[in-house]
């Protein structure tokens, strides 16, 4: 039987630090994976400066592909997912951050490489963490997450290629998923004209909701027969999708657009051609959020918390207790889900 982390703590002196404590363990023998809440002891988790009591994570793609046994993603098991923790420093040897201090992790090995925030206790390196803005809630932070932060990363680049809500419409793809939805907020908030190209229908009403402009199905960025140059369109785009979206996109973009490259949902692939580059003076830029330096990641927290903050989080925010995250993973691969899922931990 799991015990409680919460009744281990109390019983503890302040300060002190449980040895045990529940997390959800995912496990794969041969072709099989299993994901189960198991109770874990304070030694099975890596070397690190901070002692992260955590009270959010949430859901994320890479999530999803830990707990598949073919997911690539993870290389040692036993493992515990969680890219996103959100939570309170509970030891501390890194003078950034004193016990006490709220922080959010994302990136890094956390959750890949190492031990992540489905658990109630997470160590990591100092690096790794950054303290929670004022303005943000531990839970609204794990609504924002890495998907949060690469939006707000792929907005910043459009900003400073020059592209601003004078200069003409954007448009974001892959828009119902976490960081197309966070995009377009970010965007509308800001002033730009936004439209959004999202294969969901049932997505359309929230995605108007939260500023989008117009909606674009996705056959309308994707034709049979992409030109190398078509008509000019929009002035940024950020790009979730990859594939043939991404070449149209560079096709259509204004002269001197800026496009931001995140993921590829759509495929690896980029079937394109230099014209866009060299007749236009389009850009295209990628964005990683995973190995973002430190100081950027502070400055785009707490703009998450300021002038990028979403208007409408809450209504994005479906939220799941530790024992849900299977399933809940196994439906965001479907491609069913939409939105942001917060995962209650501590
Ligand atoms: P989600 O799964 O939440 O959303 C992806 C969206 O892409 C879907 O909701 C759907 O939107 C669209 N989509 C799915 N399949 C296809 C397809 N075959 N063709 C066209 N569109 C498709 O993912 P996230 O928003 O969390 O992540 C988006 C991408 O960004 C992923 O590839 C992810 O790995 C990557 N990523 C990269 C990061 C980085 O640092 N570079 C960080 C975080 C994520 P719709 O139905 O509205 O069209």
């Known amino acids: ?22 997390a959800l363990v995912a496990d794969r023998r041969e072709d099989q994976a299993e994901a189960s809440v198991q109770t874990v002891e304070e030694a099975r988790l890596p070397e690190g400066d901070l002692l992260l ?31 996103d923790a959100a939570g309170e420093i509970v030891k501390s040897s890194d003078k950034r951050l004193k016990p006490g201090t709220k ?24 690096d790794w963490a950054v303290p929670l803005p004022k303005g943000l809630t531990e839970r609204e932070a794990m ?26 419409p954007v448009v974001v793809t892959g828009a ?28 359309h009403e929230r995605l108007r909701e939260l500023g989008a402009a117009r909606i674009l199905p996705r ?19 950020v790009d979730c999708v990859g594939g043939t979206m991404l070449a149209s996109l560079l096709s259509r973009m204004k002269y001197g657009g800026a496009v931001t490259a995140c993921g590829l949902t759509g495929g690896g692939e980029l079937p394109t051609s230099v014209y866009p580059f060299i007749l236009r003076g389009v850009s295209l830029h990628g ?11 502070k400055r785009l927290w707490k703009r998450m918390a300021g002038d990028l903050k979403p208007r409408r989080l ?32 501590g």
């Open 1 to 22: 039987m799991a015990i409680s982390a919460s009744r281990f703590y109390n019983k503890l002196p302040i300060g002190g630090i449980p040895m045990h404590f529940r």
């Open 53 to 83: 009591k955590v009270a959010y994570s949430s859901i994320n793609y890479k999530d999803a592909l830990a707990m598949e046994p073919d997911g690539r993603i993870v290389s040692r098991y036993p493992h515990i997912p969680g890219i």
């Open 103 to 126: 922080a959010i992790v994302t990136g890094y090995g956390f959750g890949v490489s190492q031990h992540g925030g489905y658990s109630e206790f997470a160590r990591v390196p100092g």
């Open 143 to 168: 609504a924002l997450g890495t998907a949060g932060l690469t939006a707000a990363m792929s907005v910043q680049r459009l900003q400073d290629s020059g592209v601003s809500p004078s200069s003409g």
């Open 176 to 203: 119902s998923g976490g960081v197309g939805t966070l995009a377009v907020s970010m965007l509308a908030r800001l002033g730009y004209e936004v439209e959004a190209v999202s294969g969901k229908e049932e997505a």
């Open 219 to 237: 056959e309308e960025l994707q034709p049979q027969e992409a030109r190398p140059l078509d008509k000019q369109r929009w002035a940024g785009a």
């Open 287 to 297: 964005i990683d959020s995973v190995w973002a330096p430190r100081e950027l990641r």
């Open 314 to 345: 809450e209504e994005l925010i479906a939220e799941f207790e530790l024992t849900e995250v299977p399933a809940a993973a196994k439906e965001l691969l479907r491609g069913a889900s939409t939105g942001r899922k917060v995962v209650v931990v």
